[in-house]
């Protein structure tokens, strides 16, 4: 056997690694979602408290024909890619910040530590009174859970860069510009990524929280009206929503993930 069969072999074998995988992965869901309607036909548990896939299935009928649903999932995509967005270019504008002046990194040391232990919906009554009882308060709320992380991350990611690596590029005579562009933000990539993947479920944590504050609109405001008007199925299919829709999300990462990794 040659070189070039056993690496079609290889490709093989992984192949059939990924289609196990994805069969496993699909059983487990179809096996959890038949044993939930099961139970809940069965009256193990009661389907008032906790629905049935044909409950949620339904819920999702009658909005989509009322043409609400649509309106509430864009309202909190919105949000939230909003709100991941600046909180990832803003954060990392501010690590880049620290990582420039030493000085401005250890002063605001301990405040950031401060910042990311503080539990940020503490500050919600603030913000609302500050930007109004709106989608910028949602937006603001995003913002402020995930862009403490990012720039502690990517800070950090930065710190990380091999100190001989910087020393040589001094040595030959490379400003700062050049050594941030040329070697700290390509060294980092992998932090920054792993900055991504944890904003992305950050930024949902503080777009819901705003919903269920202050949103007319949005999968928030539909959990939350449907405890309020004991309409359980309505907030399963909300949560089920999200689960997709924050699935999605952090794929559309893993993607970018992959193609920075193949292209540097």
Known sequence: MNNEQEHELYLKDIRKAKIKLAFVRILILVIFLALWEIAGDLKWIDPFLTSTPSRVVKSIIKFYGEGTLIKHI??????????FVLGT??????????????????????????LNALP???????????????????????????IVVTIMGVFAGFQEVDIEKIKLMKTFGASKVQMLTHLIMPASIPTMISALKINVGLSWVGVIMGEFLVAK?????????????????????SIIILSIIAYIMYKLVAILENFIRVKY
């Open 74 to 83: 864009l309202v909190t995509c919105y949000e939230t890619i909003l709100g």
């Open 89 to 114: 270019v803003l954060g990392t504008i501010i690590a880049i910040a620290l990582w420039w002046s030493d000085f401005a990194s250890k002063v605001m040391e301990p405040y950031l530590v401060v």
């Open 120 to 146: 940020k919906i503490a500050l919600a009554p603030i913000i609302i009174f500050w930007v109004g009882n709106g989608i910028t308060a949602i937006i603001v709320i995003a913002l402020l859970i995930s």
């Open 217 to 237: 609109d949005g999968l928030g405001f539909l959990i939350v009206y449907g405890g309020q008007i004991s309409q359980l199925d309505m907030v399963m299919m």
